[in-house]
């Protein structure tokens, strides 16, 4: 019974950030187990480039580092923040979900060229919380029960956590930048006067992972609690 309840919980989980948490839940595992390691994965042009190892591109993203608190941490706003896009503003829109991915990911290969970062995961989950709380703007946060503020100002408090816990925060602030390039050409550039749309999504994504038909079971997060956690619950303004 247990088994089929987690199983049912599971593929509620939209695609996209099934497929995404998974494949970090399972690369970590595979790390843990020694089955690889990670100067397997980590981004390197040159062995990129040179040695043609293209699975890198996509493997920096897949691994954030050894399973402890860091690990958890990263893990859980990126399965809530990913999963609460996909169920909110990209509801019904898996294929520009799907673009925003390579979007980001693109962009973050191109700045991790100079930036000397070998693996971009936590950038990316920045990426996403960015997006999100630009998106939500009236939802007040909550953090570690300490700090009250509205969503936006979200990724600015994780870079701060971060430096009390002594990481770098070129990883957060590449998260934000990236965040903050797609946030403006998606959502701020076409509505301006004389204002285009940059982005659009490939005919081909939309021919594969958009389809009419939605679950009738589909159950997703409540926006109501969008931290769902201590560090990063909240609330909409006036609920």
């Not at 309840?5 to 595992?29: D, F, G, K, M, N």
């Not at 693996?119 to 960015?130: H, K, N």
Request: overall charge neutral; glycine content about 8%.
């Amino acid at each position: 019974m247990a088994y089929q309840s987690l199983r049912l919980e599971y593929l509620q989980i939209p695609p996209v950030s099934r497929a995404y948490t998974t494949a970090c839940v399972l690369t970590t595992a595979a790390v843990q187990l020694e089955l690889i390691t990670p100067f397997q994965l980590y981004f390197n042009p040159e062995l990129i480039f040179k040695h043609f190892q293209i699975w890198r591109l996509i493997t920096n993203f897949l691994f954030f580092g050894p399973v402890g608190f860091n690990f958890l941490f990263n893990m859980i706003f990126l399965y809530r923040y990913c999963r609460m896009l996909e169920e909110g503003s990209f509801r019904g829109r898996t294929a520009d979900f799907v673009f925003m991915f390579l979007f980001g990911g693109f962009l973050m290969t191109i700045f991790g060229l100079f930036v000397s970062l070998v693996f971009l995961g936590q950038a990316f989950t920045i990426m996403l919380v960015y997006v999100w709380s630009r998106r939500n703007p009236y939802v007040r946060m909550n953090f570690f029960g300490l700090l009250n503020f509205q969503a936006p100002f979200l990724p600015w408090v994780l870079m701060g956590f971060s430096l009390l816990l002594g990481n770098s925060i070129i990883v957060d602030l590449l998260g934000i930048a990236v965040g903050h390039i797609y946030y403006f050409l998606e959502d701020v550039f076409p509505i301006q006067p004389g204002g285009i749309r940059i982005l659009k999504t490939p005919s081909i994504l939309k021919a594969i992972f958009d389809t009419p038909d939605e679950d009738p079971n589909y159950n997703p997060l409540p926006e109501e609690r969008p931290g769902g956690f201590a560090w990063g619950e909240g609330q909409r303004l006036g609920g």
